[in-house]
């Protein structure tokens, strides 16, 4: 059975940074493409960020968030990161991990991140 696993959220100052991990479980890891998404309520939940399978060389990121996150991820620990630096009070939301079997979306129960003074 497909687990993903946030965790890593939690209050921070504007400015300040915080590293966001996922731990997956139940799939061969290091085949599949991770994603980390955000959502706010009331809104529709948004690709932040993605990284291809096995190494990881290919990453691509939403124009919000390019030059202040980086996605990566450790096979052997099946884990993808998301560090999140200069964080801003509009990165507020719950982040979620998602990967793709089959065509099928498995996600992660998400995490709180707010950045707020």
């Known amino acids: 059975q497909v687990q993903l696993v946030e965790s890593g959220g939690g209050l921070v100052q504007p400015g300040g940074s915080r590293r966001l991990s996922c731990v997956g479980s139940?799939?061969?890891?290091?085949?599949?493409?991770m994603y980390w998404y955000r959502q706010v309520p009331g809104e529709a939940r948004e690709q932040v960020a993605l990284?291809?399978?096995?190494?990881?060389?290919?990453?691509v990121y939403d124009a919000s968030v390019q030059g202040r996150f980086t996605i990566s991820r450790d096979n052997t620990e099946n884990t993808v990161y998301l560090q999140m630096d200069r964080l801003k009070p509009e990165d507020t939301a719950v982040y979620y991990c998602?990967?793709?079997?089959?065509?099928?979306?498995?996600w992660g129960r998400g995490t709180q991140v707010t950045v707020s003074s």
């Open positions: 990284i291809s399978n096995a190494e990881g060389n290919y990453k």
């Open positions: 139940g799939f061969t890891f290091f085949r599949h493409v």
């Open positions: 998602k990967t793709t079997q089959s065509g099928v979306e498995y």
